[in-house]
């Protein structure tokens, strides 16, 4: 089991930044992948991030790309998602998650726990 937290969510004008982290705890953090994905309601949650186990390799939705950063301490087991620029239309619940893959996958269903989200609201 990995149990994720959620932080850093809260209300920022359009072209702000925010950070939001991910604190696990649990099984071992480092031989996750780990995801950020974002939904609003009456939408599907949809893929914003994703890290491969190291660090090394990373992936990003078209709409967040140049603006978002990913990253991850394996040694606080902690994963960052920095958030410049942002947009009213990044207004969303992020949620983190796990998954044991080698890859920084875009796909829910390769993700096996999550967060219980937190609230971006970016005001215009």
């Known amino acids: 089991q990995v149990q994720l937290v959620e932080s850093g969510g809260g209300l920022v004008q359009a072209g702000g930044s925010l950070r939001l982290s991910c604190a696990a705890s649990g099984r071992t953090f480092s031989i996750y992948a780990m995801g950020w994905f974002r939904q609003v309601p009456g939408k599907e949650r949809e893929f914003v991030a994703a890290?491969?186990?190291?660090?090394?390799?990373?992936n990003y939705a078209d709409s967040v790309k140049g603006r978002f950063t990913i990253s991850r301490d394996n040694a606080k087991n902690t994963v960052y998602l920095q958030m410049n620029s942002l947009k009213p239309e990044d207004t969303a619940v992020y949620y983190c998650?796990?998954?044991?893959?080698?890859?920084?996958?875009?796909?829910?269903?390769?993700?096996?726990?999550w967060g219980q989200g937190t609230q971006v609201t970016v005001s215009s």
């Open positions: 998650a796990a998954g044991r893959t080698n890859v920084p996958a875009t796909e829910k269903g390769t993700y096996e726990y």
């Open positions: 890290i491969n186990w190291s660090g090394g390799s990373t």
